[in-house]
T-cell receptor, first 112, second 111 residues
Framework: DAGVTQSPTHLIKTRGQQVTLRCSPK?????VSWYQQALGQGPQFIFQ???????QRGNFPDRFSGHQFPNYSSELNVNALLLGDSALYLCASTWRLAYEQYFGPGTRLTVT | GIQVEQSPPDLILQEGANSTLRCNFSDSVNNLQWFHQNPWGQLINLFYIPSGTKQNGRLSATTVATERYSLLYISSSQTTDSGVYFCAVEDRGSTLGRLYFGRGTQLTVWP
């Protein structure tokens, strides 16, 4: 039973650049959420995708956008990177929006 | 959004000791999960426990939904238990599936 996978594991970008992170949900799951975790903090909700639509959004600017594909995998895009975007980005999946959520190993983004 | 408070923020134990971690939340919840974050950042599911009591080996958890708190018990702690423990809740409002996390409890277990 494949768990949640994310790629890449690490990424270094320069201020002003754009980045795309990828996530494949756990087998049997159809809902994907993205979280940002700054150092020493708990994860913060960015947005959630279900049936290829953004269903909910946290308090993040429009520079953060996403997409869900027909196979339920998802991408997180961040434009015009800022130093403050440096964080661990976590993807979580579940079934039908709710119930127990499972997290991937994360992508550690460093913006210099 | 719902507020989640975890205590204590830091806990240092010797191997073999028992511990209790607490999670208080400010509103009614649909879902409560406990996670262990390993040194590489992976969040490992420990319990999905919106109410009641569950046990899994040396770990157990209790959620008293009416009083808005949950407890995670770790018995006979081992060095591999070290890491950050997070409580996360999903409120009963319109934010279905959105988890709100506490700031975590950093557990260090010494041999």
């Amino acid at each position: 039973d494949a768990g949640v996978t994310q790629s890449p594991t690490h990424l270094i970008k320069t201020r002003g650049q754009q980045v795309t992170l990828r996530c494949s949900p756990k087998s049997g799951h159809d809902t994907v959420s993205w979280y940002q975790q700054a150092l020493g903090q708990g994860p913060q909700f960015i947005f959630q995708y279900y049936e290829e639509e953004e269903r909910q959004r946290g308090n993040f600017p429009d520079r953060f956008s996403g997409h869900q594909f027909p196979n339920y995998s998802s991408e997180l895009n961040v434009n015009a990177l800022l130093l403050g975007d440096s964080a661990l980005y976590l993807c979580a999946s579940t079934w039908r929006l709710a119930y127990e959520q499972y997290f991937g190993p994360g992508t550690r983004l460093t913006v210099t | 959004g719902i507020q989640v408070e975890q205590s204590p923020p830091d806990l240092i134990l010797q191997e073999g000791a028992n511990s209790t971690l607490r999670c208080n939340f400010s509103d009614s919840v649909n879902n409560l999960q406990w996670f262990h974050q390993n040194p590489w950042g992976q969040l490992i599911n420990l319990f999905y426990i919106p109410s009641g009591t569950k046990q899994n080996g040396r770990l157990s958890a209790t959620t008293v939904a009416t009083e808005r708190y949950s407890l995670l018990y770790i018995s006979s702690s081992q060095t591999t238990d070290s890491g950050v423990y997070f409580c996360a809740v999903e409120d009963r409002g319109s934010t279905l599936g959105r988890l709100y996390f506490g700031r975590g409890t950093q557990l260090t277990v010494w041999p």
